[in-house]
């Protein structure tokens, strides 16, 4: 029993809250709705040790524009909810993506639409996250596959944040958030915790007439520094209106057009830092039939390829922008696939065709607001 | 950099502005509210870099455009959850909101309640022209009943939103009405909400010369009268109750409520009262002890 003692058991959502934690979170906001609220318990039940101001708001727009008020503050900031809260923050995520501030929010699936079933499990906002909020600017989706992913990339998700001044979304499900994982201890004490909070404007005295390019559209890699409100020689305007390089509204042509590459250049950006990780193989290298899963269903997978010979698995937790041909040289390694996830349509499945070309042979969807049973898995294979 | 013995130059309205000029319509009341607004800031001598001020969407809100500060011009309706969470993380700015009455009573109303009931140290002020003006004229939460307009031909059926009631009973502590009309009067008030210690509102009537033929600056002109130096006392809530639930031939301006209460703030015992969480050091949280809670 010796090895006990170096282990822990730990649920998706604790482990998401003590990954926000470890990043140096100080705001958290949220309105409870399940299968979200036990980040919000989790993190009111810390935030005395932690120095952590957690706020129940009023309802989920609240919620969303009081985190983004808080990061344009200068701290780090979260909100989470599952789908339909966050089909109520959508507007505010706009805002965020406009005005270029760093954003983390977490979304605990449930099946949908609507109020649906609410204690239930789905993977089935996939293409919701992705798409959310009128328009187009960059945004980064990461989906854990088990506790240890949820803590590492949740801390990863406050420097990616602040690196890149974008909204980064976690995308879990209750099958995750609920599950509890026995962990070696280690796998949450080591690791790389550098704190990274990118691009920060320096007080500027003494040169009262210069203008602060908060949004200078010539920057290269599109991430102009940012400055905290109360720092000397920085005023800015944070603008949901399109705007100018200072922050007013313009709507002028070129200046419209220039704001819009600055704030895409990102994902190129993204892509060329390398700053995302490629999908994970487990199982044998070579393998007859791969399956290809997302998020909370690497636990279900695994399992089911311990009953398969010739079977392995390949998991994406890094979802959104994908390296498209870094992608495509691991798919290349497929000999034949099966892609398992939570919902109709095969939504992630459509998603790899239309980036990458490339196609999954099969698809095993389940929607009934079930995880995945092995068994399940296992037939399928076997039929 | 200022040396220890060289006193600043006294900040004056010039130091709020920019170099743009506010698109309104002429003779719009948001002019002589950024007028009032603007002396206020620079009698308080707030230093643009200390302020931070969140607007809502609406021509009340394109003042983001023509002032030089920090600040953000937001979603519609959501000035304030903005404003709330700047003033929790760091209490040392002064932050003002800003919005229109269809912004904060409108579509925003459920944040204004809650946000009074919170009460944090904030000054909201909203342009009351009891009309939609950017979006060309439709009724807004103030509109009197009746009022016809382009989305409510046949008139208004439901009875208007008393913004000051409201306020009273979602215990707002300084709760005002200014016109901006009267250019000196409302700086009192803005300067008065602003140096007060917790959530301000001031509601001020500034007519819409173009879409609102009806609330005209003659109609709130020969209706308004001041509460001060008619034996109202602000501290008395029935009195202030009373007086809010006047409007027709009389319309009350000034101060209606105030008093001393705790902040949201004030009453989280995890920070020190004025501690910025900026401040915070992030590098290296340890988490050991958390840890254990899981084995």
């Known amino acids: 029993m010796k090895n006990e003692k170096n282990k822990i058991l730990i649920s998706g959502n604790e482990a998401i809250a003590l990954g926000a934690i470890k990043a140096g ?45 808080a990061s344009l503050a200068g701290v780090r900031a979260m909100c989470a909810t599952a789908g339909g809260g966050f089909a109520l923050m959508v507007e505010g995520l706009g805002f965020g993506g406009m005005i270029e501030t760093p954003l983390v929010v977490g979304v605990v699936s449930r099946p949908g639409p609507a109020t649906s079933m609410p204690t239930w499990s789905a ?30 990339l949740t801390f990863r998700a406050f420097n990616l944040a602040d690196k890149y001044q974008l909204p980064v979304i976690i995308l879990s499900d209750k099958n995750l958030a609920e599950s509890y994982f026995t962990v070696e201890q280690k796998e949450f004490s080591e690791g790389n915790f550098a704190i990274d909070r990118g691009r920060i404007a320096q007080a500027l005295t003494g040169q009262p007439n210069s203008t602060y390019l908060r949004y200078d559209p010539s920057i290269p890699d599109g991430v102009s520094p940012r400055a905290i409100p109360g720092t000397p020689g ?10 100018d390089e200072v922050g007013y509204s313009e709507e002028d042509s070129a200046s419209r057009s220039a704001q819009m590459d600055k704030r895409m250049r990102k994902i190129a950006t993204i892509i060329k830092n390398q700053s995302l990780g490629l999908p994970k193989w487990y199982g044998p290298a070579k393998a007859n039939l791969t399956l290809i899963c997302w ?24 979802l959104y922008p994908l390296d498209v041909p870094r992608v495509q040289a691991e798919l290349g390694k ?50 | 950099m200022l040396s220890d013995n060289q006193q600043p130059t006294p900040l004056t309205i010039a130091d709020y502005a920019n170099t743009m000029f506010p698109t309104w319509c002429p003779g719009c009341g948001n002019h002589g509210l950024l007028v009032a607004m603007k002396q206020a800031l620079a009698e308080l001598q707030l230093q643009p870099h200390k302020l931070f001020f969140v607007w809502g969407i609406g021509c009340s809100s394109n003042t983001s455009n023509w002032v030089n500060v920090y600040g953000a011009h937001s979603l519609h309706g959501r000035a304030l959850p903005v404003a709330v969470a700047i003033k929790l993380v760091n209490p040392a700015l002064t932050v003002i909101a800003e919005g229109g009455d269809g912004d904060g009573y409108g579509i925003g109303v459920g944040h204004f309640i809650h946000s009074m009931r919170r009460n944090l140290d904030i000054t909201y002020i909203v342009h009351n022209n009891q009309i939609y003006g950017l979006t060309t004229g439709q009724a807004s939460p103030t509109s009197d009943k009746g009022m016809k307009s382009k989305s409510t031909p046949c008139g208004v059926i439901e009875r208007p939103i008393n913004p000051l009631a409201l306020a009273i009973s979602s ?41 609102n033929n009806q609330n005209t600056y003659p109609w709130v002109q020969e209706r308004v009268y001041k509460l001060e130096g008619t034996g109202h006392d602000p501290k008395d809530k029935a009195q202030a109750w009373q007086r809010a639930q006047e409007w027709g031939d009389k319309i009350p301006i000034g101060l209606f409520f105030q008093e001393d209460r705790l902040t949201y703030r004030d009453e989280i015992d995890q920070f020190a009262k004025d501690e910025s969480l900026l401040d915070h050091d ?9 840890l254990e809670e899981f084995k």
């Open chain 2, 171 to 211: 215990n707002a502590t300084y709760i005002a009405r200014g016109f901006s009309g009267d250019v000196a009067h409302l700086k009192q008030l803005i300067m008065g909400g602003i140096k007060h210690r917790g959530f301000a509102l001031i509601d001020v009537l500034q007519p819409c010369v173009t879409f």
């Open chain 1, 123 to 152: 993977q089935g906002d996939l293409r919701f996250v992705m798409h959310a909020a009128p328009d187009e600017f960059p945004r980064i989706i990461l989906a854990p596959g088990d506790a240890a992913e949820a803590y590492h």
């Open chain 1, 334 to 383: 497929i000999k034949r696939s099966l892609c398992v996830e939570g919902n109709y349509s095969g939504q992630f499945a459509d998603y790899l065709y239309e980036r990458t070309g490339y196609q999954v042979n099969e698809r095993l969807l389940k929607y009934d607001g079930r995880p995945f049973w092995v068994e399940e898995i296992v037939a399928k294979v076997k039929a």
């Open chain 1, 25 to 69: 979170l100080k705001f958290y906001a949220a309105y409870p709705m399940t299968p979200a609220s036990s980040i919000l318990h989790f993190l009111a039940g810390h935030e005395h040790e932690y120095k952590i101001l957690v706020k129940q708001t009023e309802d989920e727009l609240a919620a969303m524009n009081m985190t983004i008020g």
């Open chain 2, 282 to 290: 992030i590098s290296n949280i340890d988490i050991s002890k958390t």
């Open chain 1, 295 to 318: 998020g909370s269903n690497k636990g279900v997978a695994l399992a089911a390829i311990s009953q398969l010979p010739d079977c392995n698995v390949l998991h994406f937790s890094e």
């Open chain 1, 234 to 243: 920085r005023l800015f305007l944070a603008n949901s209106d399109e705007h």
